[in-house]
C-alpha cells in the first residue's frame, strides 16, 4: 500500500488543475467523507477537482511518484461505500466537473460523455437532439455519474431491456493508474470511430467495469444511444403472492417485453408506496408494474397485449397505471420520499426471479426472529427490479426511524446479507457493504487473478488501495 | 478551540439524522426526467464547487460539530455565512415533507454562533450602522427619503395602506422607490410613508442576531399600528418576508396589519380596473424569481401576471423558474460577506437569462438588481417591475362599446371550470390549501388551450373552492385534460361517473382522449393533504 504524505505534492497539483479546484480546508474535506451508504470514510487528505483528461493523467504520475493513494469519486449517490476512502490521507479526485458531452455520433449512434456527467443531465441534454440511452442511470441518477455506475456495476432505470450500467458501453478512457491513458473497443485504433465493443482483441473495456476504481480512473464513456420512442404503454397488475407475480415476471422478461419492471414484493411495501391502494385491494399481495417504450405505438401495444396475457395466466389482474407512470415520470425521485422512514440500509444484490420469491420468505422470517415485523421504527421496503435476462435485484431496504434500535437493525441487516449470499444470491457492487460477506466466499483462481491484474497495472497500489481486500 | 452549544441547531437533528445524502440538493438535472425547471439547484457550489457548500455536505460537517469531531473555528465561522439561504435546496429534497429545511439549520448555526461570541468583524460594523444611523449601509439616517424631493410633500403622513421602502431602495436602488411612488400615484392609490422609517432587521436576522432584530421588529410594527395601517406594501422581498414570516415568530403575536408586496397588490388592483400599459418597442423579457418572494413566500404567478399586462413584451421562461429558479447570490448575508462570491453566483444567473434571448431581465427586488446590475456589465438590462410598469403605464382606457357583439366561443375546457364550479362535491377529502392546476390541452399538438386552478377554501362534503384563471404559486399537481375528454367529462352526473371516467382517460388513454398528472408533491404528501380519496375512486392507485 502506498504511504506517502501529500503536503509536497499540493502545489504541483495546483499548477495542474488550478489552485481552486484543490483543497486542503478540513472542512471541504471532511464533506467528503461520507456517501449515500451509511457508512464513513477515513478523511482525505486533499480534494482535487480535474476537469480534463490529461490533469489526471498528471496527477496519477505525481502520485506514484511520491506514493499517495488517489480515490476516484462521482457524485457519490452510491450506497454501498465504493468512493469512500479507506486509508488515511488520500487524495479523493471529485471527478463531477468532467462532466460535458464529448460528442454525440449519429452515423455509429453512441454518445461520448466525460465520466462525472449524471445521468439525468445526460438524459436532458440527449433529449432535445432526440435520443435517448437504454440503460437511463441509477435509481439515485440525478446525482450519480456514468463513471461511478460503471465502476459499481450499477443497475437500475431501463435495466429489464438494456441490463446493467456496463450493456451500455461501447468504449472507454480510462487513467491507469501509473497516468497512461488508454482507449478500449475499436477506440484502439486512433483512427477510428468508438462505435464497437467486440473488436480486434479482448474486451478490455469489461476490465473496468465493477472494478470499484482501483485499476484506473475512467474519464470518458462511449455509450449506446436510441431515438426517443414514439409508443410507451404502462400497467399495473396486482397478484395475491410473491410466487404469482414473480412467475409474471419472469415470463415477461423471457420474452424481453418491457423496458422497466418493478415488483413489489409483499403488503409491507406496497402499503409504503401507496397505503390506500393497499387498502383497495385486500387481497393484493405484489403489485408488477411493467413499462414498456418502443418505436412506434402498434409495437407497443402489441407487447402490452402479450404483458397483459402473461399477467392473466399467472393470475393477476390490471389495477391501473400509477405506479408505472409514477415510477417512468418521476424518474430517480422514487427513493428519497422513503427517507421520511428512516435512515436507509441496503441489501442490493442480483439473483435469478425464480429464486426471488425464497429471498421474501427468508427475509420475512428474519424480521419475525428479531421482532422487525412489530416494530414500526423499523420498517422495510421489499421488490425487484427486471434485469437484462432473467435475473433481478434483490432490494430489502431497511429503515430505521430511531436511532438508539440501530443493534437490532445491525442484526437484521447482517443476517439478511448471509442469507442473500447463501441462497445463491451475488451483489453488484461489493464497497464497504458487502466484501466481508463476499471476499470470505471468493474462488481463489477468481481473487488470485484479481491480484495479479491490479499489482500489474497498479505496482505501487495508488488507486484506492484495501478495496477488495487489495 | 471552543466549546460551542448548538441549542438552536439541535432542533433540527431529526432532519440532520434523515438526509440520505443523495446528493439532489446540488447535483439533480430534472427537467428532462420529471419536468421540473430545476438544474444544479446550489447556486453557491455552483460556483465554489465543493461538497461542503451544498446541503448534503453542510448537513455533514454540522453533524460532525454536534458531535464534537469538529470544533469551531474562523474557517467554520466563514463558511457558516457562504449560505445565501435561498432554499432551492428544500425544494429539491424529498426526504421529509417540504424538504430538510437546510437554510433554516444554517440560521440557526448562525444564531448559535452568534451567541457564543464568534461573529465576523464586517458584520459589527453592519450591526453598529444599523443601532447608530438605522440603515445598514452607514448612510445619514435624515438622508434616508431625500431621494423623494418634493415628492414626499404629496404623500399623505396617514393612510390606511403604507409603502415600506426598505434600506437598499432608499440609499442604492432608489429609482426602485421612486418608480413605486410614482406608479401607486398614477393608480389613484391613497398611501403613506413612515416619515421615521428604519431598517427592518432582515439582515440581523440572516446574520444570526435575533435580539437586535426584535427590538427593530418593535419599533416599526407599533409605528404602523399607531398609524392605523391597514396594509403595508413592500418592493423589498426582504423586508417583506421579514414582516411577514420572521416578525410573528420572534415577536410572539400578529402584526395586525396586512402585508403585501407590490406585485401582489397589483395584480389584485388591476384585476377590474383598464389600465393600459405599452413598451415603447416590442421586446422580449425574462423574470427572475427573487428567493425571499417566491421559495420563501410562495409568490411566482404574480409578477408573471403584471409583466404579461405591458403591451409590446413577450415574456420568456429561464431554464430554471419559480420554485427551482437559482439565487442571484446576495441573499442570506451573501452579499455583504462575500461580495465577490455573490457576484459570480449572479454572474451564472445572468448568463441564464442571456440564453433566452431576452433583452430585459426583470426582477421584483432592490437587492437582486442591484446584484444582478453589477454582474451583467451592461450585457442585458436590468429592470424591476415597479419600474417597468412605471415606464410603460399609459392610463385608464376608457372602453368603447363594441358595434359588433362578439360571439365567444365555449371552448371545452371553459365548460370544464364552469362544471367543476358546479359540482364541488368532486373535491370531496381534499384539505383546506390545496391548489392544483389544470391543463386543457389541444389532444394533437398538446399545446394548453386554458390554463386554470381550483384553490380549496373550505374541505366537507360539499367544499368551498375558488377556481381562477392562470397558473397557482405553488401547486400540488397538475392535471393535462385533452379538450375531447374535457368535453365528455362535463357530461358525467355525479362525482363517481366523473371518477370512473377521469380514471379511464388516465389509464386507458387514447390517441384523442387523454388525461395525464403532474405531481409537484411526493405521493405522500399527496395522500396525506387528502388527494388519495379521489385517486382511490378513479381507480389511479
Known amino acids: ?470 | 478551540m471552543a466549546r460551542v452549544e448548538f441549542s438552536n441547531v439541535k432542533k433540527f437533528e431529526e432532519f440532520l439524522y434523515l438526509c440520505g445524502k443523495c446528493g439532489d440538493c446540488s447535483l439533480a438535472v430534472k427537467i428532462a426526467t420529471s419536468k421540473s425547471p430545476l438544474s444544479h439547484p446550489c447556486a453557491v457550489k455552483n460556483v465554489l464547487g465543493y461538497e461542503a457548500y451544498d446541503a448534503r455536505g453542510r448537513i455533514i460537517i454540522i453533524k460532525n460539530l454536534l458531535n464534537g469531531k469538529l470544533e469551531v473555528n474562523d474557517e467554520i465561522l466563514e463558511w457558516a455565512y457562504t449560505c445565501t439561504t435561498c432554499g432551492a435546496c428544500r425544494e429539491t429534497c424529498l426526504a421529509v415533507e417540504g424538504g430538510i429545511d437546510t437554510p433554516s439549520i444554517m440560521e440557526a448555526l448562525r444564531r448559535d454562533l452568534v451567541s457564543q461570541g464568534f461573529r465576523i468583524e464586517k458584520h459589527l460594523s453592519i450591526l453598529e450602522n444599523i443601532k447608530k444611523l438605522d440603515n445598514p449601509y452607514g448612510e445619514p439616517k435624515e438622508e434616508r427619503l431625500s431621494f423623494l424631493g418634493d415628492e414626499l410633500s404629496n404623500i399623505p403622513e396617514k393612510a390606511e395602506i403604507a409603502y415600506f421602502i426598505g434600506c437598499t431602495s432608499s440609499y442604492r436602488t432608489k429609482e426602485i422607490a421612486l418608480a413605486a411612488v410614482k406608479l401607486l400615484k398614477q393608480l389613484g392609490v391613497e398611501f403613506t410613508v413612515l416619515r421615521d422609517e428604519t431598517c427592518c432587521g432582515s439582515i440581523l436576522l440572516r446574520y444570526g442576531y435575533v435580539d437586535e432584530a426584535r427590538s427593530q421588529a418593535e419599533r416599526l410594527v407599533k409605528r404602523f399600528n399607531e398609524m392605523g395601517v391597514k396594509t403595508v406594501i413592500f418592493t423589498c422581498p426582504g423586508c417583506y418576508r421579514t414582516f411577514k414570516k420572521d416578525y410573528p415568530e420572534i415577536l410572539g403575536r400578529e402584526l395586525g396589519f396586512e402585508t403585501l408586496h407590490l406585485v401582489e397588490f397589483l395584480d389584485n388592483y388591476l384585476k377590474d380596473k383598464n389600465v393600459a400599459f405599452e413598451a415603447k418597442k416590442s421586446e422580449v423579457v425574462t423574470y427572475h424569481d427573487p428567493c425571499h418572494l417566491g421559495r420563501h413566500l410562495n409568490v411566482y404567478e404574480a409578477p408573471r401576471n403584471i409583466i404579461r399586462l405591458v403591451n409590446g413584451l413577450t415574456l420568456v421562461e429561464m431554464e430554471t423558474i419559480k420554485n427551482f429558479a437559482h439565487c442571484c447570490g446576495a441573499g442570506g448575508g451573501v452579499k455583504s460577506t462575500f461580495p465577490d462570491l455573490a457576484l459570480k453566483v449572479a454572474r451564472n444567473r445572468i448568463s441564464e437569462a442571456l440564453e433566452t434571448g431576452a433583452k430585459i431581465l426583470l426582477s421584483a427586488c432592490p437587492f437582486c438588481k442591484l446584484n444582478l446590475k453589477q454582474a451583467a456589465n451592461n450585457g442585458i438590462r436590468i429592470l424591476d417591475v415597479a419600474e417597468l410598469l412605471a415606464e410603460t403605464y399609459v392610463g385608464e382606457v376608457v372602453e368603447v362599446a363594441p358595434k359588433v357583439v362578439e360571439v365567444v366561443e365555449v371552448t371545452p375546457g371553459m365548460k370544464l371550470m364552469d362544471y367543476l364550479n358546479e359540482h364541488v362535491e368532486i373535491f370531496k377529502g381534499l384539505r383546506m390549501g390545496c391548489k392544483f392546476n389544470y391543463e386543457i390541452v389541444d389532444w394533437k399538438t398538446q399545446e394548453p388551450k386554458l390554463k386554470f386552478y381550483v384553490t380549496v377554501l373550505e374541505s366537507g362534503e360539499k367544499p368551498k373552492i375558488k377556481i381562477s384563471k392562470g397558473v397557482a404559486d405553488n401547486p400540488d399537481v397538475t392535471i393535462i385534460i385533452s379538450e375531447p375528454a374535457a368535453e365528455k367529462l362535463v357530461e358525467c352526473k355525479e362525482r363517481s361517473e366523473y371518477a370512473e371516467l377521469f380514471g379511464n382517460f388516465f389509464n386507458e388513454p387514447t390517441d384523442e382522449e387523454y388525461i395525464d398528472v403532474i405531481l409537484h408533491r411526493s405521493t405522500k404528501e399527496l395522500m396525506k393533504m387528502g388527494y388519495g380519496e379521489f385517486a382511490r375512486e378513479a381507480g389511479l392507485i
Request: one cysteine or more; glycine letters at 10%.
Open chain 1, 1 to 470: 500500500m502506498s504511504e506517502g504524505t501529500i503536503e509536497p505534492i499540493v502545489e504541483e497539483i495546483e499548477s495542474i488543475v488550478g489552485s481552486e479546484n484543490v483543497s486542503l480546508s478540513k472542512i471541504i474535506r471532511l464533506s467528503y467523507s461520507e456517501d449515500a451508504s451509511p457508512f464513513h470514510a477515513r478523511i482525505p487528505g486533499l480534494i482535487v477537482r480535474p476537469a480534463e483528461t490529461l490533469e489526471v493523467s498528471q496527477i496519477l504520475r505525481l502520485a506514484n511518484e511520491y506514493l499517495v493513494p488517489v480515490v476516484p469519486a462521482g457524485g457519490r449517490s452510491g450506497i454501498c461505500g465504493a468512493c469512500l476512502p479507506r486509508v488515511p490521507n488520500a487524495i479523493v479526485l471529485d471527478l463531477t466537473r468532467m462532466d460535458n458531452i464529448v460528442e454525440v455520433d449519429e452515423d455509429s449512434q453512441t454518445v461520448t460523455v466525460q465520466a462525472g456527467l449524471r445521468w439525468a443531465e445526460l438524459i436532458y441534454k440527449l433529449s432535445k437532439l432526440g435520443y435517448k440511452v437504454g440503460f437511463r442511470g441509477p435509481f439515485g441518477g440525478n446525482a450519480g455519474t456514468v463513471g461511478g455506475s460503471l465502476s459499481s456495476n450499477s443497475v437500475g432505470c431501463g435495466s429489464a431491456k438494456w441490463g446493467s450500467s456496463g450493456d451500455s458501453v461501447v468504449s472507454l478512457e480510462v487513467v491507469l493508474p501509473t497516468g497512461e491513458i488508454l482507449r478500449t473497443g475499436s477506440g484502439w485504433n486512433p483512427l477510428a470511430k468508438k462505435f464497437a465493443r467486440y473488436a480486434t482483441f479482448n474486451d478490455l473495456t469489461g476490465l473496468f467495469i465493477g472494478d470499484h476504481g482501483i485499476l484506473g480512473v475512467k474519464t470518458e464513456a462511449t455509450l449506446k444511444i436510441y431515438p426517443l420512442p414514439e409508443g410507451r404503454v404502462f400497467g399495473d397488475f396486482g397478484f395475491n403472492s410473491v410466487e404469482a407475480a414473480s412467475k409474471a415476471m419472469y415470463e415477461i422478461q423471457k420474452r424481453k417485453l418491457a423496458e422497466e419492471l418493478v415488483l413489489m414484493a409483499d403488503r409491507h411495501t406496497v402499503s409504503s408506496y401507496a397505503l390506500q391502494l393497499a387498502e383497495k385491494y385486500p387481497e393484493v399481495e405484489s403489485v408488477l408494474a411493467v413499462i414498456i417504450e418502443e418505436a412506434s405505438e402498434e409495437i407497443a401495444e402489441a407487447k402490452k397485449k402479450l404483458v397483459e396475457r402473461i399477467v392473466r395466466e399467472c393470475g393477476g389482474f390490471f389495477i391501473g397505471t400509477f405506479f408505472s407512470r409514477l415510477h417512468w415520470g418521476e424518474m430517480f425521485n422514487v427513493v428519497q420520499p422513503l427517507f421520511e422512514e428512516g435512515y436507509w440500509y441496503n441489501t442490493c444484490h442480483l439473483r435469478p426471479i425464480t429464486m426471488f420469491p425464497e429471498l421474501v420468505r427468508k427475509a420475512h422470517e428474519i424480521f419475525k426472529k428479531y421482532g422487525v415485523d412489530k416494530d414500526p421504527e423499523i420498517t422495510w421496503v421489499a421488490s425487484a427490479l427486471g434485469i437484462d435476462r432473467c435475473h433481478c435485484t434483490g432490494w430489502i431496504t431497511l429503515f430505521l426511524k430511531n436511532p438508539e434500535k440501530k443493534h437490532i437493525l445491525e442484526k437484521t441487516w447482517s443476517d439478511l446479507r448471509k442469507v442473500i449470499i447463501e441462497t445463491g444470491g451475488v451483489p453488484y457492487w461489493a464497497g464497504l457493504l458487502w466484501e466481508e460477506y463476499v471476499l470470505p466466499r471468493v474462488h481463489y483462481g477468481f481473487f488470485d487473478l484479481l491480484k495479479k491484474i491490479k499489482r500489474t497495472l497498479d505496482p505501487n497500489n495508488i488507486l484506492h488501495p484495501l478495496v477488495f481486500g487489495l
